[in-house]
């Protein structure tokens, strides 16, 4: 049975006028209306876990760098008991930023307003001239920390949400956890960051990248052509819609609107070498090709962090791209090598609010701490070259998203809606391990209308 929507905007729409969960369409003006962006900050990025940072961003007791909660910001901490904490980057006193700078080390935050000081875990300090209370006499200086918000490390990445009692984070993982520690939790040292992340605006809604990080995978066949043509992501300008690399796998989703794109190995590795997957074991594969990141001596460590079920899966159907409601990105990108290598490029990317009409896109960059500086290196390049702002796959989604923005802002064009009845309905593979929501086959709009239905499901809700 269709919930009830909530809440009815200053013209009379309602949020299922916005959302026709009947014929699986998306108004357009979502993209830049105003109100709806207001509530989009109290209803869903006040409310569920947001990607922060990595934890050897902040490797030493004091180390901090500043984010945004949607557009709150936080200062992200580690204290000397080795904890992280995320704070309101707002003094109580009288609303300055406590913390000026982006990153650094400070084993205490003053605001440079009144001097009022605190922790790394937001605790008050205290305030100047403390024989005559300047902090006042009506709240206990306990009642006068930071606001503080919820935090959850998973495997090095920092989460955190404003809703205190709200679902734990491996409610909001749900079934997707199962495919997330295959990316995330493997080795035994974990991922590393390689240097700050890129950090850059574009004058787009947060919804348009983060609706096309639940998978869609129709566009890569258009958008990015140029790249099939040239022969950096497979096949060729003759072949790209008869053999659509990189189309036909499995799609994993679930309620919560997120999803991974699981490729089969073996069609990864045939369109960079004719060498056939047939008839080869579990480790054998692995060795032929091994996950983005992992080399041949990280393949041990595989099969100590994850179960039987999930190695095997690495080593035939892994999960590559995706995304994690509202606003993350997933590309663990395959790139072998000529000499047998496959180095690959492991990224991530946040599209944090900036208003209705601008987004700005945060690029994550990783590799395996265990892994040689040499592994490293071309992680790093590998990424940066298709990544990012410099990255040849991104630079195509970067002129799209501003022109559908434009377009949403229309006085004829809002009103058109966007189209996910492209659908093939969920069936479990026979032999399937893992859990959620699975569609195999020729990828189609099932986990980007998922995505919608977690931004209903949120937006719903008074």
Same mark, same amino acid.
Request: glycine share 10%; net charge negative.
């Given at each position: 049975?269709?919930?009830?929507? /909530?809440? $009815? ?14 014929? +699986? ?11 709806? @962006? ?9 409310? /569920? ?42 003094? =109580? ?84 956890? @199962? @495919? ?6 493997? /080795? ?13 605006? !574009? ?5 348009? *990248?983060? &609706?096309?990080? #639940? ?7 258009? !958008? ?20 659509? *690399? #990189?189309?036909? #796998? ?27 997957? &047939? ?22 460590? !595989?099969?100590? +962090? ?33 000499? #047998? ?8 990317? /946040?599209?944090?609010?900036?208003? =209705? ?15 040689? &500086? ?7 390049? +590998? ?10 796959? &991104?630079?195509?989604?970067?002129? $799209? ?15 058109? $809606? ?21 569609? =195999? ?22």
């Amino acid at each position: 049975m269709l919930q009830k929507a /909530t809440f $009815t905007l200053a013209d009379g729409a309602t949020l299922d006028d916005l959302v026709k969960r009947d014929t +699986n369409e998306v108004m357009l003006r979502v993209m830049s209306d105003e109100e709806l @962006y207001k509530l989009e900050m109290e209803r869903i990025f006040a409310k /569920t876990w947001l990607l922060l940072a990595h934890d050897t961003e902040i490797p030493k007791a004091g180390d901090f760098v500043v984010r945004d909660m949607g557009e709150d910001q936080v200062i992200v901490t580690r204290d000397r008991n080795d904890e992280i904490h995320v704070s309101l980057n707002v003094c =109580p006193h009288r609303g300055m930023k406590v913390c000026t700078a982006e990153a650094g080390n400070a084993h205490a935050h003053r605001c440079i307003y009144h001097g009022w000081a605190f922790r790394p875990d937001g605790s008050f300090i205290g305030a100047p001239v403390e024989k005559e209370q300047m902090h006042g006499n009506r709240l206990g200086k306990d009642q006068l920390g930071l606001k503080k918000a919820r935090v959850q490390v998973y495997g090095g990445l920092i989460f955190a949400t404003w809703d205190i009692e709200g679902p734990s984070f491996d409610e909001y993982l749900g079934d997707m956890k @199962y @495919y997330l520690d295959q990316l995330f939790c493997r /080795t035994d040292s974990g991922l590393e960051m390689l240097g700050p992340p890129q950090r850059f605006v !574009l004058p787009c809604n947060w919804k348009i *990248p983060g &609706e096309q990080s #639940g998978s869609d995978g129709f566009h890569t066949l258009t !958008l990015h052509r140029s790249l099939m043509e040239g022969g950096v992501m497979g096949g060729t300008a003759e072949s790209i819609y008869d053999n659509a *690399p #990189g189309m036909y #796998g499995v799609d994993v989703s679930c309620e919560q609107g997120h999803s991974l794109r699981c490729l089969e190995a073996a069609q990864t590795f045939k369109m960079f070498s004719d060498i056939s997957f &047939e008839g080869k074991s579990v480790e054998e594969r692995l060795a032929m090709l091994p996950p983005p990141g992992i080399t041949k001596e990280l393949i041990p460590q !595989l099969f100590k +962090n994850l179960s039987a079920d999930q190695v095997e899966q690495l080593a035939t159907i892994p999960p590559q791209v995706g995304g994690l409601f509202p606003n993350i990105l997933v590309a663990f990108i395959f790139a072998p090598r000529t000499d #047998g290598g496959s180095s690959g490029a492991l990224a991530l990317h /946040t599209y944090v609010p900036r208003g =209705p009409d601008k987004v700005e896109f945060i690029n994550f960059i990783f590799a395996e701490k265990d892994a040689p &500086e040499q592994v490293k290196r071309d992680m790093l390049q +590998n990424s940066i070259q298709q990544t990012g702002t410099s990255g040849i796959i &991104e630079q195509d989604d970067a002129d $799209t998203w501003p022109q559908i923005m434009r377009n949403a802002r229309g006085v004829v064009s809002k009103d058109i $809606t966007l189209k996910y009845q492209a659908l093939h309905g969920h069936e479990r593979p026979e032999g399937w391990k893992g859990g959620g929501l699975l569609y =195999p086959g020729f990828t189609k709009d099932d986990t980007q209308w998922n995505w919608w239905m977690a931004y209903y499901n949120l937006m719903a809700e008074a």
